[in-house]
């Protein structure tokens, strides 16, 4: 078949998004030699079920490599049934078994088993890459674990934090998504060998060894019962699986991006010799945290369209059909340019440590008012009396231009608790980080247990 300039292509994810090895998987044509292999996958349950000869379901499989794509296109445009077309193809490449080809079996048979086959190729590649960063992860939490920062919460800041214990908190998420997933794929990667409505009524009392026998050549579990089609909550579940990990993603991106202003500038982008605008030189833009958030708003978009596809008319109607050739293959693309990106971004990450204490120090030690506030309590004051003693002595510290210590020391109701010495040992943000180095640990520990990384 001729190759498409990619002038001609339509859709971006052809030729802009996604590892050619996620696109090998859902291309037209390893799509069609998927179903192919369902195919005669079946023949060889039915061999073995005794309802054809051996010799039969042998001449099938053969047959799968002298099956031309361009003829099952030609015979769809005359039928208007694109299984249908598949199976006389190969009907007409099997010789005097072709008249087996497809025998008690429905479209759905092959078409999700396939997808079964078609999900654990590409749930691997997802795998990986999240494996890849989630291990990228754990490095940077232990090697900025000691890294002191503002933490910040409304866009304010909140108390001091490390970068590591940042890190750390996605290594946690994200183990939870890789978790998710494993847990998902039990109920997804199955195979649907039932024929029509799915009662095996066409293969009569050897219905089940047809299913086992045919499964089993394709190394998948069946469902344990279905209609005409496999349960759509699987295809839900693994989008709306998706697209929790690429919201994971973007909220990482998003820290990027934020953390990048020119304002703060803690953590930047590697953008080595990128443009960042068509007109202003100055610009170093974004852009591939700004892509991983713009493609997760697409994900999310597509999970809507998978819950509707869970109620169909009875047994089965065909209005999942037509989107689920959309939004399953590009759930799956989109997924994989996220996850190619995160690893591109985490990779040429810059941090910039010596801004993260210049901004630590802006608000002039007022970060640090919890600390003061707890020792105060420890010293016999009510907590809500040391809380709006607090407030009140950061107003006036603004308003008159003066750090928080120095007007912690000048207070006479402070001086009654704590000494110039105390004030100053409470006021470092290293002294009050909690128990920051055994969280990090504990989320680590997490991590290496579910995806068995060191």
Known sequence: MSEKSTYEVVCPLEWRYGSPEMKRIFSKENITKTRLKVEAALAHGLAKAGIIDEKHAIEIEKSIDKVNLDRIDEIEAKIGHDIMALALSLAEASGEAGKYVHLGATSYDIVDTAWALLLRDALKIVKNKLKKIIGKLIKYSQKYRRTIMAGRTHGQHALPITLGFKFANYVYELTRSYERILEMEGRLIRGKMSGAVGTMAAWREKGMIVEKEALKKLNLEPHAISTQIAPRDGFAELISVLAI??????????????????????????????????????????????????????????????????????????????????????????????????????????????????????????????????????????????????????????????????????????????????????????????????????????????????
């Open 245 to 454: 990990l690429a919201s994971q993603l973007d909220r990482l991106a998003l820290e990027v991006r934020e953390l990048m202003r020119p304002e703060i500038d803690e953590i930047a982008e590697g953008v080595g010799r990128r443009i960042g605008s068509s007109t202003m030189p100055q610009k170093r833009n974004p852009v591939t945290a700004e892509r991983i958030s713009g493609l997760s708003k697409v994900l999310r978009g597509l999970v809507s369209v998978a819950l509707e596809n869970i109620p169909l008319w009875h047994e089965r109607d065909l209005t999942n059909s037509s989107s689920e050739r959309i939004i399953i293959p590009h759930s799956l693309i989109i997924m994989d340019e996220i996850l190619d990106s995160t690893i591109k971004l985490l990779e040429g990450l810059i941090i910039k440590p010596e801004n993260m204490i210049k901004n630590l120090n802006i608000t002039g030690g007022a970060i640090m008012s919890e600390s003061i506030m707890m020792k105060l309590v420890e010293r016999g004051m009510a907590r809500h009396e040391a809380h709006e003693l607090l407030r009140k002595i950061l107003s006036e510290a603004r308003s008159q231009n003066k750090s928080f210590k120095e007007k912690l020391i000048e207070d006479e109701i402070v001086k009654k608790y704590l000494t110039r010495s105390e004030i100053e040992e409470l006021l470092k943000p290293e002294n009050y980080l909690g128990r920051t180095n055994e969280l990090i640990d504990r989320a680590i520990s997490y991590a290496r247990s579910i995806i068995g990384i060191n």
